[in-house]
């Protein structure tokens, strides 16, 4: 019984690693509500922090509108280089495309993330069960 003591203390004396926290924001252009966090990332390096956005940009552009689509193309392919080169310096960069009186922004932050217990895997909390999602409106 002695390894969960011994993994915590590993666990605090474990540096803290460099990554990047990746958000998706939407917002009502029309002021209806103010910006809703869509998705949230953590991502291990540059490139996956990078190939998340260009993801979500090729999942979505075929349902945009040709302004849109256009914009998400030219950010996968013009501009993604600028993108690359900004986190590479560690620097933080956001992207965005509007459709149809919605903005939806992509944001990288680099950051250090702590070394916490790991939650995959791992047995639910006695509360968890009390808890329930919010009905959606």
Known sequence: MHTKPIARRQLLTKPPEWGFWCECWTEDLAGQCGPALLAAFDA???AQADRWVGVALRTISPALDSYA???AWE????????????LLRTEPCSVSVTHAGTRITWTIRPVRFLPLARHQNAEPRPCVPGFSTRPTE
């Not at 950010?75 to 900004?86: D, F, G, H, K, P």
Request: a negative charge; hydrophobic letters at 30%.
């Open 69 to 71: 689509s256009d914009d």
């Open 44 to 46: 291990c390096s540059a």
């Open 75 to 86: 950010l996968l392919y013009e501009s993604r280089i600028e993108t690359r080169r900004a």
